[in-house]
């Protein structure tokens, strides 16, 4: 793997992923989980794409609750069914009927059987008896009446198909639709049923048509397709609906539509009188159900109306009437992409309304080719060109990409009313997209853990992202750089922790140095040390920054602020109050990562270390929060900045200005002109003006009173010894 590379890596990983996809396209090999997510996908389309509303061409005479509480349970006596195929066809001139149920038993209902078992037996010899059994015969035999009935009237009746090898197959069925030489050599895997349940023979014989009313169920148990042909002993019978269908038009012929034999059968042409309908069909000869939406799509009529004629004459007239149940206890309920417990004789009602209206939607034996062809281009555009592109460019193809391919499919789906499958090309195109951002990631997040194990506990998480967008260039190797360092400290802390009980010293400093930590992290710096109660901290590295004076100097100014947030709930737990000096200066600096083999620290050494370490301790001497020296004060012309002093510590010859940063409003800095003009008044040693000035300015602005009393007690040993002719203003500490 190391010799081919982070992006031949991809590249490989990529490719076994698209044949993966390939051999499922071309069938090969069929991947299950494809399979569900098709089924899912062709679902969602269906519902969105359902035109919805009740389509009164076709109307449903529903033996249901109604009508079986009013006529009695089924199945009724053929009697009563002659009497409502006479009423549906000569009453209300349906233009045809179609029966989703089988007449495959003998009615025995009128106790015929039983009486023509005494006229051979007991009563045989019983003149009267058998003359009246003749006279009765012909309105005894239901069976027969039906017949009767169905003669020359456009009725056709259903039947089922079984897959069951063993058990005998009962009833008549009609004569196939077409003979076995007509389909001879065609590539199509016809569905194939080796047993049935049809009807009587005489009810068939008096019949105009029959149909098998067996939708095909999925892998999931739902009815998406019909099969229009079903192969059996050599012949093919259609469907209930294709022969509702056809009796409607006239006795329409039947075409197979064969462009090429071993592509196999792609459509079915109904040729009539009335026109030409085309039923595009798929590898197994079945058509995809063209559902309207939700149940009772269609206009339903109890029977129970239709046999007490109470119905409206028009309701029927010119109508196609299928003839089935919505009753739960019938048991022809099915599970559908538009419902979970939708009547079987609506699915008949569906194909025969999309038929007419050319609805049906096509999924050709070709499709399986044309779907790993789409599969091919996908995999080869975004298998080459993911890995080298970023990952905002990578979302950008890859979006662009699954849009353009939702989009062809829905233009087929609506215009060309073709079946595209939608779910392989989008699983590749998310899982190549989630390969190479998986292989991104793990990528970033192992340099994103090597930079954190390094720099993790010194920055916060956001500098080791930005880090991470580039590792290599960053290093804990030691080097020179200009840098801000901030140290704060407590004062009077020795004095603090000897007043508390050691739970709640601990307590008080962990909040401390997680408060005063969280505003270093905000303002991007990086941690060096806790010592003891003092926190040291630094800006510029390991990431460069060119505004580190800034942040922290606004750092420690909002430090300051959060430590005042802190003295409410100190005092609520009877802790004492915290005072913290801050000091910062800026300046050349060593960084890196110094120590012994036992322990090492990413840390930064040099004067300009020293020295702000030294002016966190001044800030005692003159009463305020924070010093930063000349260099800081310089990177930041825009804020205002209080001059303390000019002094000169210990281990440098060279003076030093000390400032002040100011919070902006602060009424300090209204009085600033009249500072700095002491300031002259001081350094030029004009003891008298200085004096009379700051004792106006101690008694007009509160924020100069403790810097006031320090000039003033100067003032007064100068005027008792003064400094001499070369003095240069600056005042020296020998502590450190």
């Known amino acids: 793997m190391k010799g081919i590379g982070a992006r031949g890596v991809r590249h490989l990983l990529g490719g076994l992923l698209v044949l993966a996809f390939l051999g499922h396209g071309f069938q090969f090999w069929r991947i299950p989980l494809l399979e569900v997510l098709e089924a899912y996908f062709y679902d969602v389309r269906v519902r969105l794409s359902a035109p919805g509303g009740v389509d009164g061409r076709v109307v ?17 006596s053929r009697d009563k069914v002659a ?5 549906l066809v000569d009453d209300y001139q349906a233009a045809v009927v179609g029966f989703d149920v089988v007449f495959a038993e003998p009615d025995e209902s009128s106790g015929i059987r039983t009486l023509e078992a005494l006229a051979r037996g007991s009563l045989r010899g019983n003149g009267d008896y058998q003359e009246t059994l003749r006279r009765l015969r012909p309105a005894l035999d239901y069976d027969r009446q039906l017949a009767q009935t169905l003669q020359g009237r456009p009725v056709v009746l259903g039947y089922y198909f079984s897959a069951r090898q063993a ?57 998406r397709r019909v099969p229009l042909l079903v192969e059996h002993g050599g012949g093919y019978y259609e469907a209930l609906a294709l022969a509702v269908l056809r009796t409607y038009l006239g006795g329409a012929a039947l075409v197979p539509g064969v462009p090429d034999p071993v592509v196999g059968l792609e459509w079915l042409d109904l040729v009539s009188d009335r026109g030409r309908y085309r039923v595009p069909v798929d590898e197994r000869g079945a058509a995809l159900i063209p ?9 339903y009529v109890p029977a129970s109306e239709v046999l007490q004629g109470r119905l409206d004459r028009e309701a029927l007239r010119g109508r196609i009437v299928l003839v089935g149940t919505s009753a739960p206890g ?20 569906n194909l025969i309304a999309g038929i007419l209206d050319a609805r049906v939607q096509a999924r050709p034996p070709y499709i399986f080719t044309a779907e790993a062809l789409v599969l091919l281009l996908l995999g080869l555009l975004l298998g080459i060109f993911l890995p080298r592109l970023s990952p905002l460019g990578a979302s950008l193809l890859a979006g662009t990409v699954l849009v353009a391919t939702w989009g062809l499919d829905y233009s087929l789906w609506h215009q060309a009313r073709l079946v595209l499958p939608l779910a ?43 880090m991470a967008r580039n590792p290599g260039a960053y290093s804990m190797e030691g080097r020179n750089a200009e840098l ?48 003891g109660d003092a926190i040291m901290a630094f800006w510029g590295a390991p990431l460069d920054d060119p505004d580190h004076a800034r942040r922290a100097v606004l750092a420690a100014l909002e430090m300051q602020a959060a430590l005042e947030g802190l003295a409410a709930a100190f005092r609520a737990r009877g802790w004492p109050p915290l005072v913290m000096g801050i000091g910062i200066n800026t300046g050349l600096m060593t960084v890196g990562d110094m120590g012994s083999p036992v322990r090492k620290a990413y840390t930064v050494m040099g004067d300009a270390v020293n020295l702000a370490s ?5 800030t005692k001497v003159y009463g305020v929060g924070i010093i930063v020296g000349e260099a800081t004060r310089a990177s930041l012309p825009e804020l205002p900045f209080r001059e303390l002093d000019r002094v000169r510590v210990k281990g440098r010859q060279q003076g030093a200005g000390l400032y002040e940063p100011l919070a902006p409003g602060s009424p300090a800095v209204e009085s600033l002109g009249l500072w700095q003009e002491i300031l002259v008044h001081y350094r030029n040693q004009a003891w008298e003006p200085a004096a009379t000035r700051l004792a106006a300015l101690q008694e007009a602005c509160p924020a100069y009173a403790g810097l006031a009393t320090l000039y003033l007690e100067r003032i007064a040993r100068w005027r008792r010894a003064p400094p001499g002719a070369g003095w240069d203003g600056c005042t020296t500490y020998q502590r450190k």
């Not at 709640?504 to 401390?512: F, G, P």
């Open 291 to 299: 559902y309207r939406g939700p149940e009772r799509s269609f206009p």
């Open 83 to 87: 009497l409502l195929v006479q009423r």
């Open 424 to 466: 392989a090309g989008t699983s590749l195109v998310l899982l190549l997209y989630g390969l190479n951002m998986a292989w991104g990631y793990f990528v970033e997040a192992r340099t994103k853990r090597q930079l954190a194990a390094r720099f993790g506990q010194y920055v916060p998480p956001e500098l080791v992202d930005e």
């Open 60 to 76: 449903i005479v529903d033996l249901d609750e109604q009508s079986l509480a009013a006529e009695g349970r089924w199945p009724w």
């Open 167 to 223: 058990g005998p197959s009962v009833g008549q069925l009609p004569e196939p639709v077409l003979a076995g030489e007509r389909l001879a050599g065609v590539g199509s895997a016809f569905v194939s049923w080796p047993s049935y349940g049809a009807n009587l023979e005489t009810l068939q014989a008096a019949a105009a048509g029959a149909g098998h009313f067996n939708p095909l169920v999925d892998f999931d148990g739902i009815s």
């Open 614 to 618: 030294r002016l966190e301790g001044l």
């Open 484 to 531: 801000t360092v901030l140290f704060a400290d407590l004062r009077d802390f020795t004095r603090i922790s000897e007043g508390m009980e050691p739970r709640a010293l601990t307590a008080l400093m962990n909040e401390y140095l997680g408060v005063m930590t969280g505003v270093i992290r905000r303002h991007r710096g990086t941690l060096d040390k806790y010592i």
């Open 330 to 349: 019938l048991m022809d309920l099915r599970a559908t992409p538009v419902g979970s417990a939708y009547p079987g004789v609506e699915i008949h009602a």
